[in-house]
């Protein structure tokens, strides 16, 4: 601990994980001899280094990247790429560690990582973006490979990021398929990859929903974020029949108790990449409010925060409490820290942590991985199929690992408890490594 002192994230990730699994080390003192937590907090690596680049002007820029490949046990590496100013080692980590428990969570065979860089693509040009995108594969494409490790999309990487880091890797490589997914559609992605975090956030809602007897119909919703997760939420939880009644993006957000208008939304945030203030141009009878949604007092049942880590604090988390929401469901990666964790907890709130309610994106992820080396497309009817099965099972999975342990309706203990036994069951097949 004193050792990572420094990377606040991460060390959350880890207590947090460590404080819902510890009814299983109870159960099994043979794991201190085998160092079984020692070995899941050490990456297998982490790959750091420095992307220069040339401006508009003609000013060299220089960034840094990293490449956390947190652990191969469950098959290779797989994770996203996330370009935010804010990106850090620690960050990395804790979003490494994560994914290595929700790959597994998947049932698909891939390992977890992470990667990303503190390049800001906010006001930067398309070419700007090209040669950022360009340099840092440069680099990274030494230590990637379909079989080997898999990189995707995140905050600030889609579909035309994901392109340019396939074209320039195929200039150095060759063509070579599937070393990358969350690509564009044309370039051998899958059908159905961009909805698929969004939509198996929504499979997930739905079984929460119906363990208490309820259904999504007139529920109404809060959403963070206006991205990728937020927006396909947002369109499949309408068509269940739930209420959108909040968007936001980095500087504010909108608020209307009717339901948003996802076509306005879905033009100034996914085809423009506009700030959601301008929602009110259109919609000028809306509520806007500045800074954090979280901040403002709404009437909901349901809360989806799908922006960034640590978006919720435990004032917030009460707040949502004394409005009425009974529950919260991660889009984002660990969105809520550990006081708003509690306050759902204190107040009977049914709480989904990302790692189980947000692994819809990575399942498909590993859906066209198969797909590419198999070299046929599915469906887009077959993909929405297979995605919806694997969000049930994840839920299943963790209700009956909660009730193991007699802590039902817990998901959050669910999910690390099923994914943690996963692993350490790979850990134990492959010996002291
Ligand atoms: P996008 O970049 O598409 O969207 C991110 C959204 O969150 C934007 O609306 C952005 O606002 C907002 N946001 C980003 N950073 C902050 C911040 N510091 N404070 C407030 N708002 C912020 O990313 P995604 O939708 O892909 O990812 C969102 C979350 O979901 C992340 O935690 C990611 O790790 C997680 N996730 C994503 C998956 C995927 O398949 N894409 C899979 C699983 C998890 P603005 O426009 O102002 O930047």
Redesign the pocket.
Known sequence: EKKYSHEVEFLQAVHEFFEAIEPVIDEHPEYEKDAILERLVEPDRIISFRVPWVDDEGQVQINTAYRVQFSSLNGPYKG?I?F?P?VNQSIMKF?GFEQTFKNSLTGLPIGGAKGGSDFDP?NKSEHEIMRFVQSFTTELSKYIGADEDVP???????GREIGYMIGQYKRINGPEAGVFT?KPVPAGGSLGRTE??GHGLIYFLRNMVEEVGETLEGKKVMI???????YYAARKVTELGGIVVTM????SAVYDPEGLDLDTIQAL?VDD?E??ARYTEEHPDVTHIEG?VWDADIDADIALP????N?IDGDQAQRLVDNGVKIVAE???M?NNSDAVKVYRENGVHYAP?KAS??G??AVSALEMSQNSIRLQWTAERVEEELETIMNDIFQNCVEAAARYGRELDYAAGADIASFENIVTLMQIHGAV
């Open positions: 996203g996330r935010h804010s979003l906010k995707a999309g995140d905050i600030g990487v889609g969350g698929a975090t963070s974020g206006s991205g990728n997760v937020a936001s993006d980095s500087n945030k990449r700030r959601i954090s799908c922006a960034t880590q978006e889009g984002a990666n969105p990302g947000n692994a994106g990575v």
